[in-house]
């Protein structure tokens, strides 16, 4: 490709006369922003300042601190950020992922009786299990799921040990211990973990604080003899060969903070704009005088306190201006609404879900907002089950069949197909539901869905909402009672907007 030579204007002969290196370097820089393709690529002064981090997947671990620390910090003190981590949470955990077993019959070669047994088996199992799972013996497995996918977006990974308890009243003796990010490190590789040729993690060291302050290190394998897990690292990879991961909120830490500090300001201006409330000129300057402050600080100036509903007296000749800069002013909302939703972009929430403001939308407007929000929440949810839920729901049937709970055959052989489920979350509820169901009706009409995927939309089991018809049904049978249920093969009535029904 030919580009046409650059010539050196005035300024440039000059500059060359007075420091030819310098010139050489000036015109260097030029011929390089000409030849560019991409104007992101350019060096002028205007992107001078552009500051490039460095060209390594996982960050240092002295930026990776203070980023964990930044972000803790904006959860303990900042409302808007605490909304959005329990906005999160709550929407891709909430009550806690439960698994639906999805064992195939056909695939063991056994008989669908069979299958549905073992399926029943599975999920009383591993609901037994739910409720001590903490190796604290203070959790049950919803709270540690929301507690970890806290940690997730706090600190960017969290970190599981399956462990074994030794509790002789636990039927199931594997149990969970979550710790904090910052005890994965070691004094060798401050990372905390070491590799093995392809990349893999080979051991993870975790920090151990005794009682008297000594500071220990324990190497743990990543898999044992047979590929169970020893320990869970779970955090989302952005980029390839990524080490640890990194709070949520990174991108917008500084628009949280500068967002707090301006409401803060605006905050303290209006307090002490309440607070000027009277002031009387005495023409006495003892009387004046009296009562006013005479404390002083240590570099010698006045102190005067201000509280709202003061009377203040002047002395004589002596006047008081107020600045009135008239804030808020009607910039006020639109600016907030703008930091709001260039936060909400980052992370993946609409405005309205991240303010929880749904005054100015519609049915259709908020139904968009929630549905956004809701791709982003299963996305999370999908993978937080297949990351962290489904390792210990694998572990647990394991040990289940070795204890002769799980009646299964060839566990090992068909693990696979064994521990195969499908994760189910709370529900998300509806903006209307005459028309949110009316929608579902249709779509398992038309073969769009499947009163499964309905159901657990609505975070229910569609087999127990069967089991559940069944028995209301015999129920009512019992009683003579009629249930009038919405059918495809009864004859619906319509109105035909004239006060009169036709069938």
């Given at each position: 490709m030919h580009h046409k030579p650059i010539e050196p204007n005035f300024l440039d002969r000059v500059i060359s006369i007075i420091s030819p290196k310098l010139g050489n370097e000036r015109m260097a820089q030029k011929y390089l922003s000409a030849t560019m393709q991409y104007k992101g690529a350019q060096a002028n002064r205007i992107l001078n300042n552009w500051v490039l981090g460095l060209e390594t997947a996982t960050p240092d671990p002295w930026e990776l601190e203070t980023l964990r620390n930044r972000s803790r910090d904006l959860n303990r003190n900042d409302p808007v950020a605490s909304g959005a981590t329990d906005t999160m949470s709550l929407n891709i955990v909430g009550q806690g992922l439960h698994p639906q077993s999805r064992i195939r019959a056909k695939r063991l070669g056994i008989s669908e009786d069979e299958g549905k047994q073992l399926q029943r088996q599975a999920e009383d199992i591993w609901s037994g299990w739910c409720v001590r799972p903490d190796n604290a013996n203070k959790l049950d497995f919803d709270e540690i799921q929301l507690l970890a996918i806290r940690k997730i977006i706090e600190d960017g990974e969290t970190i599981a040990i399956p462990t074994m308890a030794t509790d002789p009243w636990r039927t199931i003796k594997r149990t969970c211990e979550l710790l904090e990010a910052e005890r994965l490190t070691s004094d060798e590789d401050i990372t905390g973990i070491s590799f093995g040729k392809r990349g893999q993690p080979l051991t993870y060291s975790i920090r151990n604080v005794d009682e008297k302050g000594q500071t220990t290190y324990r190497k743990i394998p990543a898999l044992d003899k047979k590929g169970r897990p020893k320990i869970l690292h779970v955090f989302p990879t952005n980029r390839p060969g990524q080490q640890r991961g990194v709070p949520y909120f990174a991108p917008v830490l500084t628009y949280f903070k500068h967002l707090a500090d301006y409401l803060e300001a605006e905050v303290v201006n209006m307090r002490v704009a309440a607070c000027l409330a009277v002031f009387i000129?005495?023409?006495?300057?003892?009387?004046?005088?009296?009562?006013?402050?005479?404390?002083?600080?240590?570099?010698?100036?006045?102190?005067?306190?201000?509280?709202?509903?003061?009377?203040?007296?002047?002395?004589?000749?002596?006047?008081?201006?107020?600045?009135?800069?008239?804030?808020?002013?009607?910039?006020?909302?639109?600016?907030?609404?703008?930091?709001?939703?260039?936060?909400?972009?980052?992370?993946?929430?609409?405005?309205?879900?991240?303010a929880k403001d749904f005054s100015k939308t519609n049915y259709s407007s908020a139904r968009a907002s929630l549905l956004e929000g809701r791709r982003m929440f299963m996305t999370w949810r999908s993978w937080f089950a297949k990351r962290f839920?489904?390792?210990?729901?694998?572990?647990?049937?394991?040990?289940?069949?070795?204890?002769?709970?799980?009646e299964c055959k060839n566990f090992y052989e068909f693990k696979t197909e064994l521990t195969r489920a499908a994760w189910i979350g709370g529900a998300w509820g509806w903006v209307d539901p005459v028309k949110e169901v009316d929608s579902s009706r249709k779509a398992i009409d038309y073969g769009l869905s499947t009163l499964a995927e309905e159901a657990a939309g609505q975070g229910r089991d569609w087999e127990e909402i069967l089991e559940q018809q069944q028995k209301e049904n015999a129920k009512a049978d019992e009683l003579g009672i009629e249930i009038i249920r919405s059918s495809n093969n009864q004859t619906k009535e319509e109105d035909d907007g004239e006060g009169t029904k036709k069938e």
């Open positions: 000129t005495k023409q006495d300057p003892i009387s004046g005088a009296l009562g006013q402050s005479t404390s002083t600080n240590a570099s010698g100036q006045r102190i005067q306190n201000i509280q709202p509903g003061m009377v203040g007296y002047l002395n004589s000749g002596e006047d008081i201006n107020v600045v009135d800069p008239k804030r808020p002013g009607d910039s006020f909302s639109p600016f907030i609404e703008g930091i709001l939703r260039m936060i909400g972009m980052s992370l993946g929430l609409p405005y309205e879900l991240l839920c489904q390792p210990f729901y694998e572990l647990v049937l394991e040990e289940a069949y070795l204890r002769d709970m799980f």
